[in-house]
């Protein structure tokens, strides 16, 4: 498994970096192939890349019909025009297929100015396969396609022999003959200078200066996620065990410690899924019922918490519910006027995304509406958690460039909407590690952040204590 560089450190990387002039392909001119459809298509290759520098299967990159063993070609534009001295080809999957680079400088004639030589390997670095959700809570959501275990990543920093004004597009072949298995494309950047472009990671210092994480051991068979009250003294954990999910519960103590995790009876009532997403001194909100699909039936229901013991009150009804899986995400405002579901429709930009819907005045939930681009990717985006201020959100994700399979992101409203949110901040390397990371709860008395991490297969509850004002900002 290999060591993520953070590209985020200073002195001479971020110097270097800072004198190139880096533009990213910002619209696609031509393109031979591509399997059609929000995920693998050629508009994934647009912009910054997504899927480095962990590398690996990604919805987010583009796959060509010909990816096995056939020659491809692509033609993308950039904003403006630039010198080129440098094209990067990012391929996540296999790299060293590029065979020949042209580029125009406006004409609309291409030059070719970059060709693969017989003994020229591209650098590549061993990646983990990259998976999804049902990979680490074995809930059985859509068919997984059956890959490799290592992929082999890496970028063609292909450097001309002499720069090139004035360059408005490029273009690349691709002979996917050279190597064997899977391809994709994840981005095609072009720079006036020699430095490799390399993928850097949205991060920022606080993060990366947070203090090392801390294991909560908890006495279950194996953690499948876990969600606490708002005021962080109740743990509910979700205990694997004999093909079904159950209820543990534990409290958190005058001394700081958490007592030993029960199973709780009346929060195992379902056959197969049992899962706490939302808790406070009135009420509680519990999923993995069966549903009734195309209804308003969502498999959530509302609890009444008597002084700790918990009694089905009513389901949590939705208009027109709709999701592809078996069971779905959810977090709630303090206030119970908005809820916020990872789930995945027909209206979803890939994957799992991030979907919110307001309470009306029977009770009931509206329409889920897509929470945009901004922050759903085409991969998968899951396991929220609203913050008191309505404005920060917690969640997991695939579909940026970080760690891991899945790392954890803070993100932003900005607006009255909730369809507008400012670009995924990875919460940095002291959380986030090559594997899994998920189930984020932010104590905002306390102060301290728990959350999932899955590492060659073992579970465990994490936890760094750090001040509120790192997480909760004002844009």
Request: proline residues 3%; contains cysteine; hydrophobic residues 35%.
């Amino acid at each position: 498994m290999k060591k993520i560089i953070i590209l985020f450190c200073f002195c001479f990387v971020f110097l270097n970096v800072q004198a190139q002039q880096i533009q990213w392909a910002s619209k696609v001119i031509k393109f031979s192939s591509d399997l059609g459809g929000k995920q693998n298509g050629i508009k994934r290759i647009l912009g910054k890349p997504d899927v480095f520098p962990q590398g690996g299967n990604s919805g987010n990159a583009w796959t060509p019909k010909n990816a096995l063993d056939g020659r491809e070609i692509v033609e993308v534009g950039f904003e403006k025009p630039q010198t080129v001295k440098q094209v990067a080809v990012f391929e996540n999957l296999n790299a060293g297929c590029v065979s020949r680079i042209w580029v125009d400088k406006g004409s609309g004639n291409y030059d070719v100015v970059w060709s693969r030589k017989s003994d020229w390997r591209t650098p590549t670095f061993k990646s983990t396969a990259r998976t999804d959700h049902d990979y680490y809570f074995k809930r059985k959501r859509r068919k997984i396609n059956e890959t490799p275990d290592v992929y082999n990543p890496g970028i063609e920093n292909a450097v001309l022999e002499s720069a090139v004004a004035n360059v408005v597009a490029v273009k690349v072949e691709f002979n996917f003959a050279l190597l064997p298995g899977q391809k994709q494309i994840d981005a095609i950047g072009i720079s006036d200078s020699e430095i490799p472009i390399q993928a850097t990671i949205n991060t920022s210092a606080e993060f990366e200066n947070l203090a090392n994480k801390n294991t909560l051991n908890l006495n279950v068979n194996e953690i499948g996620g876990f969600s606490f009250s708002v005021d962080g003294q109740n743990m509910f954990v979700i205990n694997k065990t004999d093909g079904a999910d159950q209820v543990f519960t534990a409290e958190r103590q005058a001394d700081g410690k958490w007592s030993e995790a029960k199973f709780n009876t009346d929060l195992s009532t379902n056959e197969t899924y049992n899962y706490v997403v939302y808790s406070d001194a009135n009420i509680l909100v519990k999923g993995g019922a069966n549903y009734t699909r195309n209804s308003t039936e969502t498999g959530f229901h509302f609890f009444e918490n008597k002084n700790g013991n918990y009694q089905m009150n009513s389901p949590l009804k939705i208009t027109a519910y709709n999701n592809y899986q078996d069971t779905a995400d959810m977090s709630m405002s303090r206030d119970g006027k908005i809820i916020i579901m990872g789930i995945e429709t027909d209206f979803s930009q890939g994957g799992t995304d991030l979907y919110f819907a307001n309470k009306k005045e029977d009770g009931t939930f509206g329409l889920l509406q897509n929470m945009g681009k901004n922050i759903n990717s085409a991969a998968d985006e899951l396991l929220p958690q609203l913050l008191s201020d309505n404005s920060t959100l917690i969640f997991s994700s695939n579909g940026y460039s970080g760690y891991g399979d899945y790392d954890l992101f803070v993100s932003y409203r900005l607006d009255d909407s909730w369809k507008k949110w400012s670009e995924p901040i990875n919460l940095g390397s002291k959380i986030n590690s090559a594997d899994f990371e998920g189930s984020p709860f932010y104590d905002e008395q306390n102060e301290i952040f728990y959350f999932l991490s899955v590492i060659d297969g073992k579970s465990t509850c994490n936890y760094i204590k750090f001040p509120k004002a790192i997480l909760m900002k004002k844009l």
